[in-house]
Each structure stands twice: as C-alpha cells, then as structure tokens.
C-alpha cells in the first residue's frame, strides 16, 4: 500500500476476495483496505473508517452509519455493493455532500428465477419430495400438488424485478395481480397484469410476492393485519428485504393456520432465524442468496467499484441514490481504463 495515495474502505462482502475492487481501484490510483468478510457491527465499522480515513466507503451488508459518514477528513463516496440502501445512513451522506451509490439493476434475472423457483417449489414439492425420498420414502400417492396455471399471483412492487418475474410467470400462465404506485391502467394491460389495490391482492393471490424495498414506510409492510387478509391456502414469497415481513406475526399466522406457508430467501434478523418457522413443513428458507450467480457478483462488484472512482474523479455516476452537486475529483487526473471505456458507447 502506498501511504500517499487516498483510500478506499471495503467494509465486508459476500464473495471470497477483493481482488476485483482492487484491481479496479489500483488502476484509478486509489488503495484499497478491505475490513472482514462477515459485516461488523456498526461501531466496528466506526472504528475502521477513523483508522483509515477513506475517501470513499463500500459495503455489501454492513452498517454505515452518521457516525461512520462524519469521521473522514474528505468523503466523497459510499457505495452500496447491492441495491437496497437500508444500511446507510443516506440522509447523513447528503448532509455531508456525500455522493451515495447503488447497483440496482445487476441480479434482476436471478432475483426473479429464484422467486419463480420458490413458486414452483411450492406448487410442485420439489424440496420436500427429495427429503422424502432420501430417508427412504417412495410414496407418490401421497402427493397434494397444484397446477401452476391455475394459481393467481400478487406482486407487490412493480420495479425491474417485479416486471422481470411477471414476464416470467406469463409463460405459466398464471394470472398475474399487482400494487405498485406508479403502475398506470394502460401499462398494465398491455403487459398482461392487473393493477390492483394491495387489500385486494391480498384477499384474492394464492401467491403473494415481495418486491419492494426496505424503507421506513415499508417496514413490516406484511404484519398481522395483512397476513390475516390472505387466504388461508396462501403462499408468502419474500426475496426482497427482510423487514418487510414482521416475523413473529408470521409465525403466529403460520401456528393458526391463517396462511399456508411461507419461502423466504431474506429475514429480520439475519442470519438468526426463528425456530417456529423452520418448525413448519410448508415453510422455505434460503440464506439471502436470490441476488447470487458467477455473473451477477462478478458485474455487481465492477459496477459498483467503477461507480466510486467516477465520483471520485470528479464524474457523475450512473446510479446516484442522492441529489447533491457534484464533488471535486478526489485525485486530478485519475482515470480507470474500464470506466472511460464503458462511457464512451
């Protein structure tokens, strides 16, 4: 590491090297100082930034809070290695004049095949047959299986990978029900869905998916009031953020029966999960890994990098979370070969 060239503090990730991050930041003539792979808590991460004093903050899941954003001498980035900004303090980032970052459109295809995968998993018992049969049980004519055709599916969200799922599910066949604000009748029908109000998607999908951030306003956006709206043969899909769902009101509804099951790539309280959902049968968890493909994290890690040093050589990036005025380069003259390459096509 070169003690005169600034620094970049890659606070955890989800992949097993840095390698990507630095070679990207090397060549743009930034170091790079990656803390440990599993998220600290938020004073770790506190306690990492004061030691380094980067100008630019990445983080896949960690917290990076006021406290993380106010204690270097020249911020100029924080980067979310993901999409959601849940675990940045963005209000304290713009504030500071802070240029914050995401990467919303690298895992559209995988987080839509895995909600697609959880649906299928449900109507046609894939998990629970292969459990069967590796303990020894051959037993067809217990099959209770449901046509996929027949189902009536609710999206709640309606962004990229909620249209990337409703395309998706057309070649089922099923009929598709969604909510989202900003999904106009016209659009709607020329994409084959139903623009529906979330009390009546709720009343009516035998499949209900999450595609929605995690926002103050949709914190638990799914409690015990929604839940005992579904019908009582329901599915609760959630590959999106974990806080929408209130957990234990899922796990009470789960105990009474007042909806079928639940398939969950994402939960309140990673990566703890309740006991009383996986005391249940009918409910599916995967350990938040809908986003993941050799390709998605591979493009996620690039665009992500190539986003911080277009903020910090004075470039606007391509996916601002924040509306400040542009900063200063941070090194005059820097450059990536990667990123000029992309902006000239």
């Known amino acids: 590491m070169d003690s005169t060239r600034p620094v ?41 930034v004061t030691a380094h004093d980067p100008v630019a903050i990445m983080t896949c899941w960690a917290r990076v809070s006021d406290a993380a954003v106010a204690a270097p001498s020249n911020l100029g980035a924080v980067a979310r290695m993901g999409v959601g900004l849940d675990n940045i303090d963005v209000e304290a ?55 996929t055709a027949s189902k009536t599916v609710g999206l709640v969200g309606f962004g990229r990978i909620g249209r990337a799922t409703a395309r998706k599910l057309t070649g089922f066949r099923t009929r598709i029900l969604v909510t989202d604000p900003t999904l106009g009748a016209d659009e709607a029908a020329d994409l084959g869905v139903e623009r529906t109000p979330l009390d009546e998607l709720l009343a009516t999908a035998q499949i209900v998916v999450l595609h929605v951030p995690l926002l103050p306003t949709t914190h638990h956006l799914i409690g015990a009031e929604q839940l005992a709206a579904m019908r009582a043969d329901a599915l609760l899909v959630n590959v999106s953020r974990g806080g929408l769902v209130d957990t234990v009101a899922l ?31 009918s409910v599916t968890v995967t350990p938040h890994v809908a986003f993941s493909s050799d390709e998605s994290v591979v493009e996620l890690r690039t665009k992500a990098t190539e986003e911080v040093v277009r903020v910090l050589t004075g470039r606007p990036p391509h996916y601002p979370c924040n509306d400040i005025a542009e900063p200063d380069p941070i090194t005059a003259g820097a450059t990536s070969p990667a990123v000029d390459a992309k902006e000239d096509k």
């Open 8 to 48: 970049v503090v890659l606070t955890d990730r989800a992949w097993p090297d840095d390698e990507i991050e630095r070679r990207i930041l090397d060549a743009a003539g930034f170091d790079l100082v990656a803390g440990p792979a599993d998220p600290g808590t938020a004073e770790e991460i506190e306690a990492l």
């Open 93 to 147: 980032a713009t504030a500071r004049g802070v240029r914050v970052t995401n990467v919303p459109d690298y895992c559209v295809e995988e987080v839509s095949d895995h909600a697609v995968a959880l649906i299928l998993n449900w109507t046609r018992g894939i998990t629970s047959f292969d459990a069967q049969v590796r303990t020894g049980s051959w037993n067809p004519a217990g099959a209770r299986l449901a046509r």
């Open 251 to 281: 796990a009470d509804a789960l105990d009474h029966g007042i909806i079928a099951g639940a398939a969950l790539d994402v939960l309140d309280e990673e990566p703890e999960v309740d006991p009383r959902l996986l005391a249940h049968a």
